[in-house]
């Protein structure tokens, strides 16, 4: 607890710039502490937007974290609400401000400066993105307003969102709950480009089985309107024409560092603002939090932006108690741990996807398991699909992805946590989960992950990637024949079916001297099959990651 007397001028509310506040005045009742936003509303739940358009987050109330007058009665803070930030002297400390309501400027002194000013969306620069009725970006409260008001008074129903990010799949949801025919179109070959992609499938199938147009691999061209500007859908790079009177735009976010720049602190190699273990940027009197800064990301350590709530929150509250104090905790790895929900099923992630690590030129293996949230016995149980990615030589754990129905966010946070302490596949194969049949097994998801990565360690078990190329391997699939007659293996006509049971039986119809891959359904018979003929002769066997039901997803029919 500080009794020093110091102006600490804070620029920006929501996650960073509010929870670094409040902080700072908790560790020091004697500071002067003035918060700067620009816009309305101080601080906010950004993240609960798309769930009060859809009606899901009825009361409007519920979204408002901090009002300017809690913040200014409970912790004694000078906020001042469209107030913007437009130029830092840091000659002089100060920062000149401009009043929205009539455009007058002062001159604010600081002792200490906090810097929280947050992201802006991406808005492409073409015909109507700007200037068309009906096109929209969701950020604040304002935006979630005018989207609410153009859902309700829609004649047509009909909504087109580009981008299939979080943001994106939060609104198309949420769009279909209000009655809407929503059509996404997305740049890249797949939804949720930062996990691989086949792990994002039974995402795009169940969006296709619901009725929505998914165009995948196309990009906004050009919004298309009517003779009053108003937005008729958009066309996409390839000349397809989507309609709807509601065009949302989920492009992503760049950060708002402008006035950073302007100042001269120094960016990162992702265009944040740099900062050290305290949250100071290149002027030590100077701090950043939120989605305009760098954070050093665990799996990698190399500074990058990880535009998330959690880090912005927790960034914010160290840089607020050391602007306070002169001391705090040290800032740890930020994983870029993310979830959503899409209906009714969840997708989540932490650390490096396969192919985020093929791009950091990381030596990296990984392992996809098939298995139920809970025990299979007890009624209920649905499929989590798990892929753990881990360092070829120590086995460090580098990320994991998951999908499924129930579950998802519990095996992410415990291997996002593991993770935050360096942990190897061999240690989470130790972890003491929780266990009762109505919340999981005894062997977890997470556990026959980390099993089947030390088994391909120690050598009893090669994985083979699910989509690898298997023309010129020796093929066993050793699922029953009504399963192969119901779900071949994708890309591979000539495999020789054996079921499992029968292996041992019918060895002498396989050559022992080729290069041999096994797969089953999932890939738990697939090892079974592998130690058999690892034990029998056979001098190189693999089994097939995922069995048949990811190489399905890997390597089958892709959809346009």
Do not use: W
Request: with cysteine; net charge neutral.
């Amino acid at each position: 607890m500080s009794e020093k007397t110091v102006r600490i001028v804070i620029i920006g509310g929501v996650a960073g710039g509010a929870s670094a506040a409040t902080r700072a005045r908790r560790c020091n009742e004697h500071a002067e502490i003035i918060l700067l936003e620009k816009d309305e509303h101080v601080s906010f739940a950004n993240c609960g937007l798309p769930y009060h358009i859809g009606g899901e987050i009825a009361d409007r109330a519920k979204l408002l974290v901090a009002t300017r007058e809690l913040l200014q009665k409970r912790f004694r803070l000078d906020v001042r609400t469209r107030h913007e930030a437009v130029k830092i002297n840091r000659g002089q400390k100060t920062v000149t401000v401009q009043c929205i309501a009539d455009g007058s400027t002062y001159e604010q002194p600081y002792d200490k400066l906090i810097l929280s000013p947050g992201a802006a969306p991406f808005v492409p620069s073409m015909d109507g993105t700007e200037t068309a009725k009906g096109v929209f970006t969701l950020r604040n409260i304002a935006d979630m307003d005018r989207i609410c008001a153009a859902v309700t008074s829609s004649t047509d129903k009909k909504a087109v969102v580009i981008g299939a990010g979080f943001i994106g799949l939060e609104m198309v949801e949420q769009l279909v709950r209000r009655g809407f025919q929503v059509s996404l179109a997305e740049l890249l070959p797949q939804v949720l480009p930062p996990m691989d992609p086949e792990m994002v499938v039974p995402i795009q199938e169940d969006l296709r089985n619901r009725g929505i147009q998914v165009e995948l691999g196309d990009g906004i061209r050009r919004i298309v309107t009517s003779t009053d500007n108003a937005a008729t859908g958009v066309e996409l790079t390839s000349g397809k024409i989507l309609t709807g009177s509601i065009v949302i735009l989920g492009l992503g976010v760049r950060p708002n560092t402008r006035l950073a720049v302007d100042a001269g602190l120094q960016l990162g190699k992702t265009g944040g603002i740099t900062t050290n273990q305290y949250l100071q940027t290149s002027d030590p009197d100077i701090y950043a939090a939120g989605d305009a800064c760098e954070y050093v990301y665990g799996p990698t350590g190399e500074s990058m932006r990880i535009p998330l709530a959690g880090p912005a929150n927790r960034a914010g509250r160290l840089a607020g108690q050391h602007a306070a104090t002169g001391q705090c905790d040290s800032t740890s790895p930020v994983m870029g741990t993310a979830i959503v929900r899409v209906f009714e099923l969840t997708a989540a992630m932490t650390g490096l996807s396969q192919k985020a690590a093929k791009r950091c030129g990381l030596n990296a293996r990984s392992v996809t398991i098939v298995a139920g949230q809970h025990a299979g016995y007890f009624p209920g149980a649905s499929p989590i699909t798990l892929k753990l990615l881990y360092a070829t030589d120590t086995g460090k754990v580098l990320g994991a992805q998951a999908i499924g129905r129930d579950g998802v966010d519990k095996r992410i946070d415990v291997i996002a946590t593991a993770m935050a302490f360096g942990a190897t596949v061999r240690q989470l194969c130790g972890l003491d989960l929780a266990y009762a049949p109505p919340y999981g097994s005894a062997k977890d998801p997470v556990h026959q992950a980390a099993f089947t990565a030390c088994n391909q360690i120690d050598g009893f078990g090669e994985l083979l990637d699910p989509d690898s190329d298997l023309t010129s391997m020796q093929v066993v699939d050793v699922r029953t024949a009504a399963e192969v007659s119901k779900n071949p293996l994708a890309g591979c006509s000539d495999a020789i079916n054996i079921p499992v049971d029968e292996l041992r039986s019918r060895l002498t119809e396989l050559d022992p001297t080729r290069s041999t891959v096994v797969s089953c359904g999932v890939g738990i018979r697939g090892h079974v099959a592998q130690r058999i003929l690892m034990q029998k002769g056979f001098r190189k066997v693999a089994n097939l990651s995922g069995g048949a039901t990811i190489r399905a997803r890997a390597a089958g029919p892709k959809q346009a």
